[in-house]
C-alpha cells in the first residue's frame, strides 16, 4: 500500500505522536503504538527524510519506505492494509523514528530547501489529503520480482486452503510482489479460518441434530408414560365414585339405624312403663284378695 499526504515538516522526526494520532485516528495509532511499544520496528536505513524499516505484524514481517520531500511524506508498506492514510506499520515506524531522536541528513539532495528569511517558523503540520497511488505501484513490479512471485506461488499452489504457513517469501522479493504475497497469506489465512468455523459449525449442527434425536425419543417415551398414568387415573376415578356411592349408602343405613334404636329405646321405655303399672295393679288385686279371704267365714269348728 503506497500513499501520498502534504507535509509542513522538515525532518521525518518532526511528526510528534500527537501529529501522527491526528492523522491517522485512535484505532489505526493505538495498534501501531501497541507495535512500537512491542519493538515489532526494525530500522534497516535512517536519515532525516527517509527511513527503511520492517514491522513484525500479526500476519508476516512487512516492509516500509517512508519519504519526506518537497512538502509530501510518501509512505510505501508491503502489507494488504487499506488503512487510510497510512497503516498501522508505518504509525510504528514513525513513532520509533521519532523517539530514536533527531538524525542526520546523508545527502545534500535529500535536505528540505530552507525557509525563506523573515518567515515566522511554525509547527509542522500533516494534511490528510491522501493522494493513491495504486495505479503507480503497478509499475513497480519488474521481471527479478515477477520470476520470483511465480516461483513463490507455484509453490504455495498445493498448500493454499490447506496449511496456514505458506513457504517463505525470498528476502529480495519486494514492492508490489510482496504486497501480493501479503494479500495471498491473508485470504488463505481467513479461508482456513472459515473452514473452521464451519467445521465447528457443523460438529455443533450434528451434536444439536442427536440432541434433538435423544429428546424425541425421550418425549415419546414420556408421551407412553402420559398415556398410562391418564388410564390408571381414570380407574382412580371410577374407584373414588363407587367409594362416594358406598358412603351415601352408608349414611343412609346408619341414619335407618339410629331412628331403628331409637324407637327401640322409646319402646322400652314405655315397656318399663307399663311394667311398672302392671306390677302396681298385681299389688292392688292381691290386697283386694287377701281382704275377701278375710271376709269369708271360716270352716273351722
Known amino acids: 500500500m503506497r500513499n501520498r499526504i502534504s507535509c509542513s515538516a522538515q525532518d521525518l522526526g518532526q511528526l510528534d505522536p500527537e501529529m501522527v494520532h491526528s492523522v491517522v485516528g485512535g484505532q ?15 530500522i534497516v536505513e535512517s536519515n532525516g527524510t ?14 516500509q519506505t517512508i519519504k519526506l520531500r518537497g512538502g509530501t511524506l510518501s509512505t510505501k508498506c508491503s502489507c494488504p492494509s487499506t488503512e487510510q492514510p497510512f497503516c498501522r506499520h508505518c504509525v510504528a515506524v514513525l513513532l520509533q523514528q521519532f523517539h530514536a531522536g533527531p538524525s542526520e541528513v546523508t545527502s ?28 503507480a505501484a503497478a509499475v513497480d513490479l519488474n521481471f527479478r520480482e515477477a520470476t520470483l512471485f511465480i516461483d513463490w506461488i507455484q509453490q504455495s499452489i498445493a ?15 519486494q514492492g508490489v510482489a510482496r504486497e501480493w504475497v501479503g494479500v495471498i497469506d ?40 402420559s398415556g398410562s398414568a391418564q388410564q390408571a387415573c381414570g380407574r382412580l376415578e371410577k374407584r373414588v365414585k363407587e ?30 312403663s307399663k311394667g311398672a303399672e302392671l306390677e302396681s295393679v298385681s299389688m292392688t288385686l292381691k290386697s283386694m284378695s287377701n281382704a275377701i279371704r278375710n271376709l269369708l267365714p271360716s270352716d273351722r269348728p
Not at 489505526?28 to 526494525?42: C, E, H
Not at 545534500?108 to 495505479?135: I, N
Open 28 to 42: 489505526v495509532f493505538k495498534i501501531g503504538n501497541q507495535y512500537f511499544s512491542d519493538q515489532r520496528v526494525n
Open 243 to 272: 367409594l362416594e356411592e358406598s358412603l351415601i349408602n352408608y349414611t343412609q343405613v346408619s341414619e335407618e339405624r339410629d331412628r331403628f334404636v331409637s324407637k327401640v329405646s322409646t319402646m322400652q321405655s314405655e315397656l318399663q
Open 108 to 135: 545534500s539532495k535529500d535536505a528540505p530547501s530552507a525557509s525563506s528569511s523573515g518567515t515566522k517558523e511554525s509547527k509542522p503540520s500533516v494534511e490528510a489529503s491522501t493522494v493513491s497511488e495504486k495505479s
Open 159 to 173: 498448500l493454499l486452503g490447506k496449511k496456514p504457513t505458506l513457504p517463505a517469501v525470498p528476502d529480495s522479493l
Open 50 to 63: 527517509q527511513v527503511v524499516a520492517e514491522v513484525n505484524g500479526t500476519y508476516g514481517v512487512y516492509a
Open 186 to 225: 491473508q485470504l488463505n489465512h481467513q479461508f482456513l479460518v472459515s473452514e473452521e468455523d464451519r467445521t465447528d459449525a457443523q460438529r455443533n449442527l450434528k451434536s444439536a441434530e442427536d440432541l434433538v434425536d435423544s429428546l424425541t425419543q425421550e418425549l415419546g417415551t414420556v408421551k407412553q408414560e
